[in-house]
C-alpha cells in the first residue's frame, strides 16, 4: 500500500507540474454562459433518444419526469468534483487518469476496467437505439428490415416468432469503427452542427408534441407499485433514475473547461449546474411530451420518440425528427468508440494492457488493432443483447467510476492540502459524499441481476489485472513493485 501511495503522489507532482506548463498558454475566455452552453451540447445526447420509453414502460411510467431530477441531482454533485479534479489536474484525460494520479494504480484499473461499461457497451446501446430509429425510417419510405433482423435474439415480433439478431446495428458500428480506424474525426464545425440538430429535435418535439399530448395518459403521474421492487411506484421512480441516468453522461466534460473559465470560482459552478439544469428541464418536458402522446406501457421500444411522433401524424415533421435523432445518436456512437479506444491506449502505455491496444498505424496513426476489436466486441453485443440490459449495465458502470472520482477530491484535500485549486468544491467533504450517496441511491435502485452482472464484469478484472496488468505496469517496473 505504501509503493502505491507513493506512486500516486508521484503521479500527482508530475502531471500538475506539467498541466501548469500546458495551461500557461490557454486563453481564460470563457464564461459562464459559454460553459453553459458547452455543457448542453455535451449532455443531451443518446440517452433522451433511447431509453426514456424503456423506463417509462417498464419502472416508472408518467413518473420517469422524476427518475430524470433524481439523475440532474447525482450529476451536480459529480459535476462539481470533477471539476476540482480537472482544475487540479489540467491535462486531457478520463476518470482513469485522475484516479491514476490520485488514487494510485488499482484504483485506476478499477475505474480503467469499469470505463469499458460506459463507452463499449454504452456504443452498443446506442446502436441498438440507432438500428430502431433506422427501421423507422426505412419503413416510412417503403423499406422494411424484417423484424427477426432487427432486434436481440428471443425479442418477440409480430405476427408470431422471435428475432435472431439487430443486423442495423452490426453495420452502424462497423461503418464507424472503419471510419476510426483511418484516422476519421469529428472537426469543431460537425460537431456544433450536431449540437444544433440534438437542440432543434428536442425543442421540436417539446413545441410541437404538447398539442397533441392526451393528460389521460398522465393519470396516474405515479402508477401503483405492482408488489415488485422497481415496477412503478416510488420504487420504480428510482429504478428509472438509475437506468436514464445515461441521459446525463458526457455532463464530465464541462469539467475540462475549468482551465480556461475568466473565473474558475464562480463560473465553473455557473456552468455546470447551469447545464444541468436547462438540461433537466428539457428531459423532464420531453418525458411529459411523450408519455402524453404514447400511453406508457406501449413505450417499451428502442426509438420512443420516433413511435410518440408517428402519433402527432405530421409526415414532414415525424422525418425531420427522425433523422435529426439518427444523425445525433451516430455521433454518439463514433465519440464513444473513439474513447474506448484511447482509453485503452493509454491503460495499454502504462503497461496495464497488452501492447496491442496502443500500437499505432504506420499511415492512418490510430490504434486500429485496438479500435477493429472493440469494434468487433461491440457490434456482437449490439447484435445480440436487449436494449434495456446494455442501458442498466451501461448507468450502473458510469455510477460506479463516479463514486471513486468523488473519494478521490476527498483523498486529495487530505493529502496535498497546499496544492493550488483553480477550482475548489465547496463545502468538503460534505459535496463528495453526497455525490457518492446519490450514485449509490441510484445503483440501488436498479436490479439484481444487474449488480450480479458488475461483480461478475469486476471480478473479471481483478484476474486480469493480478495475472497480467500489475506484472506488466511500467510504473511498478521504474519502482521496482512489478510482480
Not at 116 to 138: D, K, R
Not at 343 to 350: A, G, L, N, P
Request: aromatic share 10%.
Amino acid at each position: 500500500m505504501e509503493a502505491s501511495g507513493l506512486m500516486a503522489r508521484k503521479s500527482v507532482d508530475d502531471i500538475v507540474s506539467g498541466g501548469e506548463a500546458e495551461a500557461q498558454g490557454l486563453s481564460k475566455s470563457l464564461g459562464a454562459l459559454s460553459i453553459v452552453a458547452m455543457g448542453i451540447g455535451a449532455i443531451i445526447g443518446a440517452g433522451i433518444f433511447v431509453l426514456t420509453g424503456t423506463a417509462a414502460a417498464q419502472y416508472a411510467g408518467p413518473g420517469i419526469m422524476l427518475s430524470f431530477v433524481l439523475g440532474g441531482i447525482a450529476c451536480a454533485f459529480v459535476g462539481l468534483c470533477y471539476s476540482e479534479l480537472s482544475a487540479l489536474i489540467p491535462v486531457a484525460g478520463s476518470s482513469y487518469t485522475y484516479t491514476y494520479a490520485t488514487l494510485g494504480e488499482f484504483f485506476a484499473w478499477l475505474i480503467g476496467w469499469d470505463l469499458i461499461l460506459e463507452y463499449a457497451m454504452g456504443a452498443a446501446t446506442v446502436a441498438v437505439g440507432w438500428s430502431g430509429y433506422m427501421t423507422s425510417i426505412l419503413k416510412d419510405v417503403g423499406l422494411v428490415i424484417p423484424p427477426q433482423f432487427a432486434h436481440a435474439p428471443g425479442t418477440a415480433i409480430e405476427g408470431g416468432g422471435t428475432a435472431l439478431f439487430n443486423l442495423p446495428a452490426v453495420v452502424i458500428v462497423a461503418a464507424i469503427t472503419l471510419l476510426l480506424m483511418r484516422g476519421t474525426k469529428e472537426s469543431a464545425w460537425l460537431n456544433n452542427l450536431m449540437v444544433a440538430v440534438k437542440l432543434a429535435v428536442v425543442l421540436s418535439f417539446i413545441g410541437l408534441g404538447w398539442r397533441y399530448t392526451n393528460s389521460a395518459n398522465w393519470s396516474p403521474i405515479i402508477p401503483e407499485n405492482d408488489g415488485t421492487f422497481g415496477h412503478y411506484g416510488y420504487s420504480g421512480i428510482l429504478r428509472g433514475a438509475g437506468v436514464v441516468f445515461f441521459a446525463y453522461i458526457g455532463f464530465d466534460a464541462v469539467s475540462t473547461a475549468a482551465q480556461e473559465a475568466k473565473r474558475p470560482q464562480k463560473d465553473m459552478p455557473i456552468g455546470i449546474l447551469g447545464s444541468l439544469a436547462v438540461c433537466t428541464v428539457l428531459y423532464v418536458l420531453v418525458a411529459a411530451v411523450l408519455t402524453g402522446l404514447v400511453p406508457y406501457k406501449d413505450l417499451n421500444v428502442p426509438d420512443p420518440i420516433a413511435k410518440g411522433v408517428d402519433v402527432i401524424g405530421i409526415g414532414w415533421f415525424g422525418a425531420l425528427i427522425k433523422l435529426g435523432a439518427l444523425s445525433g445518436l451516430t455521433t454518439v456512437i463514433l465519440v464513444l468508440l473513439y474513447g474506448q479506444s484511447r482509453i485503452f491506449y493509454t491503460m495499454s502505455s502504462d503497461g496495464l494492457l497488452p501492447k496491442l491496444f496502443s500500437h499505432v498505424h504506420p499511415t492512418y496513426q490510430t490504434p486500429h488493432r485496438s479500435q477493429a476489436l472493440i469494434g468487433v466486441l461491440v457490434a456482437l453485443v449490439a447484435a445480440l443483447v436487449p436494449i434495456d440490459i446494455l442501458g442498466e449495465m451501461v448507468s450502473i458502470g458510469t455510477l460506479a467510476a463516479f463514486c471513486l472520482v468523488c473519494g478521490a477530491v476527498i483523498h486529495l484535500r487530505r493529502t496535498e492540502k497546499r496544492m493550488k485549486r483553480p477550482f475548489k468544491v465547496p463545502a468538503v467533504p460534505l459535496v463528495p459524499i453526497l455525490g457518492i450517496l446519490s450514485c449509490l441511491l441510484l445503483m440501488a435502485g436498479l436490479p439484481l441481476d444487474t449488480w450480479l452482472r458488475l461483480v461478475i464484469w469486476m471480478a473479471i478484472g481483478l484476474v486480469v489485472y493480478f495475472f497480467y496488468g500489475r506484472k506488466h505496469s511500467v510504473l511498478r517496473r521504474k519502482n521496482g513493485t512489478a510482480g
